[in-house]
């Protein structure tokens, strides 16, 4: 079910029985205290695999619906990607519903924290849109189902960051039998934490940059360091490239975007960059491959996860090398059934689901 008929469905008084039925999903709780002026939802979508893991997102919806449809949307994919990259995890996600740039943090993520705890170890969060991990240590003082906490694991970016680099490594061999990035041109679309960490690795590889960010100093910043070069807004779709990394915001990918694009790859670390699916199908028939967007970035959850495991920085690192390999399964898979490789991602996720069950 897609996005669309999901908040359609649920405005229009479909059984939320039959939706949570119909996408999987475990357990979804509504939490209030108005005390504190606090409004949440914990969507649990599975535990196959492990203790559902997933980020806390902070968010002002337009209607109470929309704020059910991301949760469950959202937790459904943290499924797929924790399935893909091979974490003993499940799939969940939490919504608080508000004004994120609220000073009254504390009491609104206690209480958070406390609804957290009464679910007995089934979900744990971690930081998301909205939220920061001083945010995560006032969930602390009420659960210890939280990580990304300040002290410990910390900013995931540099993890996340080198997980995307291996996934253009892997999308490179399977398109030019080479890891070698030595003289390729890569576009990357948003210069932040993730957008700067893949910069200095792709620089570091013999790669050319060409990028852009709707905050110039951080275009600038990403330049000075790798000699990149700068272009403006929507000028990086027509970058004369090799490689296309979005690193910024999603659905990015659609109808008015992919006929601009001069690129043979298409992988980076943004979520849902694909506005539809049907725009999977299109890279393919112009013969653009794609690295999936949730596999290519999974070394942020792999972060997480080292935390709650207790790994030391390195290990995690390490752990994000292997979605290479991970990348080549699904472009094996695509080609071997003659698929998108966006379908062969959740394919090998729903392998390893039922190796599971």
Known sequence: MGNHELSTGLRTGMNLFDTLASMGHEEVVMCSDPSVGYRGILAVHSTKLGPALGGTRFWHYATDEDAITDALRLSRGMTYKNAVAGLPLGGGKSIIIGDNKTQNREAIFRAHGRFIESLGGRYITAEDVGTSTKDMDYVHMETAH???????????????????????????????????????????????????????????????????????????????????????????????????????????????????????????????????????????????????????????????????????????????????????????IAESQHIPTYEAADRLAEQRLAAAR
């Open 146 to 332: 939280v990580a990304g906490l300040a002290e410990k694991s910390g900013d995931p970016s540099p993890v996340t960051a080198h997980g995307v680099f291996r996934a253009v490594q892997a999308s490179a061999h399977c398109l030019w039998g080479t890891n070698s990035l030595e003289g390729k041109t890569v576009s990357i679309q948003g210069c932040g934490n993730v957008g700067r960490h893949l910069a200095e690795e792709l620089h570091e590889a013999g790669a050319k940059l060409i990028v852009s960010d709707i905050d110039s100093a951080k275009a600038s910043r990403v330049a000075k360091l790798t000699g990149a070069k700068i272009v403006e807004g929507d000028a990086i779709f027509e970058a004369e490239a090799d490689i296309f990394s979005p690193c910024a915001l999603g659905g990015i990918i659609n109808d008015t975007t992919i006929p601009k694009l001069k690129v043979k790859i298409v992988a980076g670390g943004a979520n849902n960059q694909l506005l539809e699916e049907r725009h999977g199908d299109e890279l393919q028939r112009r013969g653009i491959l794609y690295a999936p967007d949730y596999v290519a970035n999974a070394g942020g959850v792999i972060n997480v996860y080292g935390e709650v495991a207790g790994w030391d920085a390195r290990r995690a690192l390490d752990k994000a090398d292997d979605i290479y390999d991970t990348v080549l399964k699904i472009f094996d």
